[in-house]
């Protein structure tokens, strides 16, 4: 009888010992026949000391699956779908789109993404996924911040006390049949993931990434939610979420909610920026140095990769290289940072004074003077823990109507709502610009304002027109 076992960080199949003395190719096919994936059986390999094959966990239901067709035996020397231990209740009445995404998951075989933007309740349908599916589950997310997050949000939606759910990361290390983890601690722990029945990647845009993409492929459960308001990648990576989670199974727009009343209604506002002449002419001339070296050296650049890969690699070792960065990076300041954005600042916050406004910047140094102009408290990667934490709280509880920051908060952080949101800069990704929009589209009497200060002529501009 052959039996199918965990060893170390591998999936092992053990074959009847009359077996062991034939070649691995000969015993691959006795066991599987041509039932098996050929990029599966490529990746399977023969411990040199026991005689038994390898893979990688993610391969667990292929495997299994050829063994059937060739009606090999086999047995499992783990539980596959561990139950869970308590019972579970919804206190949250779903929304239709909720029920949908669920309906859309389980059709596709109980693996795949589901996309929803911020706002509109992803961690509810992990909760109701957890309920239907009753199994183990492993919620794995971006950020030490959202391990709390999930868990109160978990225990309420699910009539647990948060004591029931385990916290793993930052210091934390409990495992229990309902567990968060931080995507740093999965990569460092993947033996524990044998434990769970089902998989929940929040942000699951992180996973392709060279690193954490080891979490899915030494998971053994076929079971697997993506949970993702921006899945899409600049390095095209977000094409793997098919293998290492499921095919897309369901998308709604934050367009698509607005209509059904399920997000606040709201306005983006397009507010152009203009340049000193003095600015100007100081932009041109770095875009005249910058472009002139990608003319000289037939560089073209498509993708930020590009740019890593050919102007600043290089520029450690060319001179000319160097300076050409430089030019670019001092002419994306002007362009982003112009001193009429502070004006148009001014204006919006006495149009808005009576407003809960979150200002968002992409340079920090941007967000400390706004913060020192303005006399408004801000969030960037240098706030200590403790001292954002008391913001976003005075934020919420009203107590602070403005709040100044960068991209710390663009995701992996639960931002108190507001009505109105400021982009002073951004980049060009649509995921940054749908994560700052999500930011005001929580339900709300009136109408919520998204503003964005574009300076006019520049690359700026550029940047805006592609995030649409």
């Known amino acids: 009888m052959t039996t199918i076992d965990h060893r170390g960080h591998d999936l092992v199949i053990i074959p009847d010992k009359k077996m062991l003395q034939m070649p691995t190719p000969e015993l691959v096919q006795a066991l599987f026949g041509s039932y098996l994936p050929a990029d599966i059986r490529s990746a399977i390999g023969r411990d040199k000391r026991h005689a038994f094959l390898r893979t990688q966990p993610i391969h667990f239901y292929a495997v299994k699956q050829a063994l059937q067709e060739q009606h090999t035996p086999f047995t499992l020397a783990f539980e596959e779908r561990p139950g869970l231990p308590f019972e579970t209740a919804l206190n949250v009445e779903p929304r239709p789109y909720q029920d949908e995404a669920l309906k859309s998951w389980q059709a596709a075989g109980n693996a795949g993404v589901i996309i929803l933007p911020t706002g509109a309740g992803k961690t509810l349908v992990a909760a109701m996924t957890i309920h239907k599916m009753k199994l183990w589950t492993l919620v794995v997310v971006p950020t030490l911040d959202l391990l709390q997050q999930w868990q109160v949000s978990l225990a309420s939606s699910l009539s647990l006390s948060a004591d029931e759910i385990g916290v793993f990361g930052g210091g934390e290390k409990e495992i229990k049949p309902i567990t968060i983890i931080t995507y740093d601690s999965a990569v460092l722990y993947t033996y524990e993931l044998k434990r769970f029945g089902l998989l929940v990647f929040d942000e699951c845009h992180h996973l392709p990434a060279p690193t954490y993409r080891l979490i899915a492929e030494s998971a053994f459960t076929p079971l697997r939610l993506g949970l993702s308001a921006t899945p899409e990648r600049s390095d095209m990576a977000h094409f793997d979420l098919e293998q290492l989670i499921g095919p897309e199974v369901y998308r709604r727009s934050p367009e698509e909610l607005t209509e059904g009343r399920y997000l606040a209604q709201y306005k983006e506002m397009y507010i152009d ?55 670019w990076r001092e002419a994306r300041n002007i362009a982003m940072n112009a001193p009429a954005k502070y004006t148009e600042i001014e204006r919006l916050l006495r149009l808005h004074a009576t407003d809960q406004i979150i200002l968002f910047s992409e340079y920090n140094q941007v967000v400390d003077e706004i913060s020192r102009r303005f006399c408004l408290p801000s969030i960037t990667y240098k706030t200590p823990a403790e001292e954002r934490r008391v913001i976003l709280e005075r934020f919420r509880s009203g107590q602070y109507t403005k709040l100044a920051t960068g991209r710390v908060l663009n995701e992996g952080v639960d931002v108190p709502d507001c009505r109105v949101a400021i982009i002073v800069s951004g980049n060009s990704t649509k995921r940054e610009y749908i994560q700052r929009l999500g930011r005001v589209l929580r339900p709300k009497a009136g109408q919520a304002l998204l503003y964005e200060l574009v300076t006019s002529s520049t690359t700026e501009e550029e940047m805006a027109k592609r995030r649409k």
């Not at 003095?278 to 930020?304: H, K, M, T």
């Not at 590009?306 to 290089?314: A, N, S, T, V």
């Open 273 to 327: 920026i203009s340049l000193s002449s003095e600015d100007e002419a100081r932009y041109a001339e770095q875009r005249r140095i910058y472009r002139s070296f990608l003319q000289r050296r037939r560089i073209v650049i498509r993708s930020p990769e590009d740019f890593q890969q050919k102007i600043i690699f290089l520029s450690a070792r060319d001179s000319e290289a160097r300076k050409a960065m430089l030019a």
